[in-house]
């Protein structure tokens, strides 16, 4: 039996739709944003920009990233620094709605997808991520401590990135 994606062709069509329609929505904005005001003001890193940068996948730095999209839109670009000043206002939970709304539903809701006794059966590959040296990271995502020979030489936070992989249908998503 060859390999078969979970999403159709037409499923993948309904994510997408689904995917800019909730990027695009304000209610969605008011749930996900860290402030009621920021994303308030027209400027350059709109909600919706944001959400897309965030999730274009790329080996290349940050601002190079940035000066492509901004080039593209015929734009002045955005520094790293602003961009990650804007990514601090910007809720971790849209990404989870986003997923469940738009990508689970139009890939599993028709249920012609594989099974494993009733279950999705996903593997996950993860890694740890070093994070940026700040007070509030560490509060937030914890530390591991490290050591030089016998003595506690420092602490750093880490954070652990996850994908899973649906392995009866093909590229998985969180649900």
């Known amino acids: 039996m060859g390999f078969q994606p979970p ?18 929505d304000a209610d969605f904005k008011a749930r996900h944003r860290e402030k009621p005001t920021h994303f308030t003001r027209s400027r350059r ?13 790329g080996v290349k730095s940050l601002q190079l990233t940035l000066n492509e999209w901004f080039d593209g839109l015929d734009a002045a670009s955005v520094t790293a620094s602003a961009f990650s000043q804007a990514r601090h206002r910007l809720r971790h939970t849209a990404f989870i709605e986003l997923n469940r709304e738009a990508v689970v ?49 420092g602490a750093r936070a880490y954070g652990i990135a996850s994908v899973p992989y649906d392995v009866l249908n093909g590229p998985a998503t969180w649900s």
Not at 9 to 21: C, I, R, V
Not at 143 to 153: F, H, M, N, Q
């Open 45 to 57: 890193l709109l909600f919706p920009v944001m959400l897309l940068l965030m999730l274009r996948k």
């Open 7 to 24: 999403c159709s062709p037409d499923d993948e069509k309904k994510a997408l739709s689904a995917s800019q329609a909730l990027i695009h």
């Open 105 to 153: 539903k139009a890939c599993y809701e028709d249920g012609g997808h594989r099974l494993h006794r009733g279950f999705r059966l996903l593997a996950i590959d993860g890694s740890t991520i070093r994070l940026p040296d700040f007070p509030d990271v560490a509060g937030d995502f914890g530390e591991i401590r490290y050591a030089k020979g016998e003595a506690v030489a």
